[in-house]
């Protein structure tokens, strides 16, 4: 049986729709939009007034605390709250407990969230072995397992020398390097270093050390010529040296996470160990500045970072509590929030979360011509974080208890 509904707002950057018309869905994928939606026996037919059809959205960086000690979550629990969020596909850093340094391990992975049939798992291999940013890892193999791409994380490497061996192996394997820049010897505190830290007597963390990274990141690009994938900048700066690369037709896309582009600093006041993030959350500036790189295409995606956390790694003083959000579930409405007030348009928002992450993955999805999933949206929802119907084992939401608008009321 179809369902048809009629007069929705399909979006689908990657084909350039965004236009009300009616909308066939079957097993969860679009087949047939406007005339082309002939009714026929058994068809449901509803009412698409007001909601949109999109392509389910695709995610550059989800931690789902598996492999590894379970009480934070599960590929299972995490996947459905993927799911639950809109997004069909996750990629999974390398950061896991053991670490995804070799294929058989990636391979788990990717079979895991098979059986638990939420949402499809991409893993990233690690750079280094163990992560130790030491030894190369065999990149060829993870390759094969299905990994789409290699990082260290945040974790450091013992050299750029060592950094500009892993390009060279990554560039002759042809894959892809994910970073999350950020020099350990500057990063060595746990809020943004500015009026908030300062007042709060907490060691900061500036934006050098992103940046410092960022940049000696970007001239070993240049010089070995690997694709990279900067994720989850945080600073105005970080905009202007990933605008910079682009100029120079490097081979570079950069991202965001979702709740950079909302908070700010001011959220960790009275030590709120919610707003315990990395890379922090930083000035009222660097967040119109990151929102205005994603507008202009210069930063190309937008992602959860979904770092779940069991209620007690947010109980220690702020400096000592575990950083991360659960984000999933919380990424649609937020961004919602930027179209309704015109920092985004809504075709931009779908392009960041849908076809531009998949062209950076290389995966045939992010559109409604694809076997990628398509969900619908009610944009105009209230809903409770946190409420029975959250699906994440984590509730470290700096937003728990707010009331969001927009919510997948149907997904496949």
Same mark, same amino acid.
């Given at each position: 049986?179809?369902?048809?509904?009629?007069?929705?707002?399909?979006?689908?950057?990657?084909?350039?729709?965004?236009?009300? $018309?009616?909308?066939?869905?079957?097993?969860?994928?679009?087949?047939?939009?406007?005339?082309?939606?002939?009714?026929? =026996?058994? &068809?449901?037919?509803?009412? @698409?007034?007001?909601?949109?059809?999109?392509?389910?959205?695709?995610?550059?960086?989800?931690?789902?605390?598996?492999? @590894?000690?379970?009480?934070?979550?599960?590929?299972?629990?995490? $996947?459905?709250?993927?799911?639950?969020?809109?997004?069909?596909?996750?990629?999974?850093?390398?950061?896991?407990? %053991?670490?995804?340094?070799?294929?058989?391990?990636?391979?788990?992975?990717?079979?895991?969230?098979?059986? #638990?049939?939420?949402?499809?798992?991409?893993? +990233?291999?690690?750079?280094?072995?163990?992560?130790?940013?030491?030894?190369?890892?065999?990149?060829?193999?993870?390759?094969?397992?299905?990994?789409?791409?290699?990082?260290?994380?945040?974790? %450091?490497?013992?050299?750029?020398? $060592?950094?500009?061996?892993?390009?060279?192996?990554?560039?002759?394997?042809?894959?892809?390097?994910?970073?999350?820049?950020?020099?350990?010897?500057?990063?060595?505190?746990?809020?943004?270093?500015?009026?908030?830290?300062?007042?709060?007597?907490?060691?900061?963390?500036? &934006? !050098?050390? /992103?940046?410092?990274?960022?940049?000696?990141?970007?001239?070993?690009?240049?010089?070995?010529?690997?694709? #990279?994938?900067?994720?989850?900048? !945080?600073?105005? =700066?970080?905009? /202007?040296?990933?605008?910079?690369?682009?100029?120079?037709?490097?081979?570079?896309?950069?991202?965001?996470?979702?709740?950079?582009?909302?908070?700010?600093?001011?959220?960790?006041? @009275?030590?709120?160990?919610?707003?315990?993030?990395?890379?922090?959350?930083?000035?009222?500036? &660097?967040?119109?500045?990151?929102? *205005?790189?994603?507008?202009?295409?210069?930063?190309?995606?937008?992602?959860?970072?979904?770092?779940?956390?069991?209620?007690?790694?947010? +109980? =220690?003083?702020? *400096? /000592?509590?575990?950083?991360?959000?659960?984000?999933?579930?919380?990424?649609? %409405?937020?961004?919602?929030?930027?179209?309704?007030?015109?920092?985004?348009? =809504?075709?931009?928002?779908?392009?960041?979360? $849908?076809?531009?992450?998949?062209?950076?993955?290389?995966?045939?999805?992010?559109?409604?011509?694809?076997?990628?999933?398509?969900?619908?949206?009610?944009?105009?929802?209230?809903?409770?974080?946190?409420?029975?119907?959250?699906?994440?084992?984590?509730?470290?939401?700096?937003?728990?208890?707010?009331?969001?608008?927009?919510?997948?009321?149907?997904?496949?």
């Amino acid at each position: 049986m179809s369902v048809i509904y009629r007069g929705i707002r399909v979006i689908d950057p990657a084909q350039g729709i965004d236009t009300v $018309t009616d909308a066939r869905l079957h097993e969860g994928q679009a087949v047939a939009l406007g005339e082309a939606c002939v009714v026929s =026996a058994g &068809d449901e037919i509803l009412d @698409g007034k007001g909601l949109w059809l999109t392509p389910a959205f695709v995610d550059l960086c989800a931690r789902l605390r598996e492999p @590894g000690p379970k009480q934070h979550g599960t590929i299972a629990s995490e $996947t459905r709250a993927a799911r639950a969020g809109g997004f069909g596909h996750l990629v999974l850093p390398p950061d896991t407990n %053991p670490v995804i340094d070799h294929g058989a391990l990636a391979a788990q992975v990717i079979e895991k969230a098979q059986a #638990a049939g939420f949402a499809k798992v991409y893993p +990233l291999g690690a750079m280094t072995r163990g992560l130790e940013g030491k030894a190369l890892a065999g990149m060829g193999g993870l390759k094969a397992a299905g990994c789409v791409g290699v990082s260290q994380a945040r974790k %450091p490497l013992a050299s750029v020398e $060592t950094l500009l061996r892993c390009l060279e192996y990554a560039s002759s394997m042809d894959m892809t390097v994910f970073f999350s820049p950020e020099e350990a010897s500057l990063a060595l505190g746990s809020a943004h270093d500015g009026f908030m830290a300062s007042r709060m007597g907490l060691l900061g963390i500036p &934006d !050098s050390a /992103e940046t410092v990274a960022l940049a000696t990141t970007l001239l070993l690009v240049e010089q070995t010529g690997v694709r #990279a994938h900067i994720g989850q900048l !945080s600073c105005a =700066a970080s905009v /202007e040296l990933i605008r910079i690369a682009k100029a120079k037709g490097l081979p570079v896309t950069a991202d965001v996470s979702m709740h950079q582009l909302h908070l700010t600093e001011m959220a960790i006041d @009275g030590f709120n160990a919610m707003a315990h993030v990395r890379p922090p959350l930083r000035r009222e500036s &660097d967040r119109l500045a990151l929102i *205005a790189g994603v507008r202009e295409g210069v930063i190309d995606a937008i992602c959860s970072d979904h770092q779940p956390l069991n209620a007690s790694a947010k +109980l =220690a003083p702020f *400096a /000592e509590a575990l950083p991360g959000m659960s984000t999933l579930e919380t990424v649609l %409405p937020l961004g919602l929030r930027l179209v309704a007030s015109g920092e985004l348009d =809504a075709s931009r928002l779908i392009e960041a979360l $849908t076809c531009v992450p998949a062209r950076i993955i290389a995966q045939p999805i992010g559109s409604l011509l694809h076997a990628g999933g398509a969900m619908v949206i009610d944009p105009s929802v209230s809903w409770q974080v946190g409420d029975a119907h959250w699906q994440s084992v984590g509730r470290n939401s700096l937003f728990a208890g707010q009331a969001l608008l927009g919510r997948v009321i149907a997904s496949a």
